[in-house]
């Protein structure tokens, strides 16, 4: 059973553009997920699913760049651009990840990864009830899933936000989720705002090491250490689905 990840990456943004790409000690953010999703000891491949338009050329220059496999696709309809991806680049399990979160953990990302394959589901997150930090969002279904995902739904919300469908269906999908012990969902890790790409600067700056990695405690405890960085994106609120 081969296990692919497809990262959704675009650049036009609405309210950070460019952001994926912006850099930290030189090195963009999409560098740094990249990076931290293969310490993943079940995820066999990695794909960029990115779109058509000429602005994500960069992108796909990137992608040529550092050796990643990309698919380019519709913008909007994101369902599609999945399903399409994993068309081309194969995989019976989809990890669906958002270019948004650089800091992402690949032990949380094998937890989820496992408790799909221990289990009978079609889909598993820990976001259904979100008891991780914003930005360490995971999604594991599989391929039959997102065909049928694909070929069912109809609205514009399930195609832009690629798993709507299979989650607001749960009488067609059986659905998991996993929670962690201790509840750090206020926590805010994704970068969608200038503030937040502030915070994940400190963070790696302070954490990031070549060669080594860092998990969701050392994150907690660097900003336990430091409770005024907390606050510096704690206002932004998440954009409704």
Request: hydrophobic share 35%; glycine share 4%.
């Amino acid at each position: 059973m081969t296990v692919t990840a497809i990262i959704q990456a675009r650049m036009g943004s609405t309210r950070l553009p460019g952001k994926i790409l912006k850099e930290v000690n030189g090195k963009p953010l999409l560098a740094y997920q990249l990076e931290r999703i293969a310490h993943s000891e079940c995820i066999d491949k990695i794909v960029i699913a990115t779109t058509v338009d000429q602005k994500d050329d960069v992108i796909v220059k990137f992608c040529k760049n550092n050796d990643v496999e990309y698919y380019r696709g519709s913008e909007n309809d994101v369902l599609s651009r999945y399903y399409e991806a994993a068309e081309q680049h194969g995989g019976d399990m989809i990890v669906r990840l958002t270019s948004d979160c650089p800091i992402i953990d690949p032990v949380i990302l094998d937890q989820t990864i496992q408790s799909f394959i221990d289990n009978d589901y079609d889909y598993v997150s820990n976001t259904i009830e979100r008891t991780y930090p914003r930005g360490l969002d995971t999604e594991v279904f599989s391929r039959e899933a997102l065909e049928k995902a694909y070929k069912e739904a109809t609205l514009s919300r399930d195609k832009e936000h690629v798993t709507a469908y299979m989650y607001s269906n749960p009488k067609n999908f059986k659905l998991g989720y996993i929670k962690n012990g201790q509840d750090y969902s206020e926590y805010r890790w994704t970068v969608d705002t200038i503030e937040d790409f502030e915070l994940i600067e400190l963070v790696l700056k302070n954490l990031y090491k070549e060669n080594s990695m860092f998990y969701m405690n050392d994150i907690i405890e660097l900003l336990k250490q430091n409770p005024e960085w907390v606050k510096i994106n704690a206002h932004i609120e998440q954009k409704k689905l």
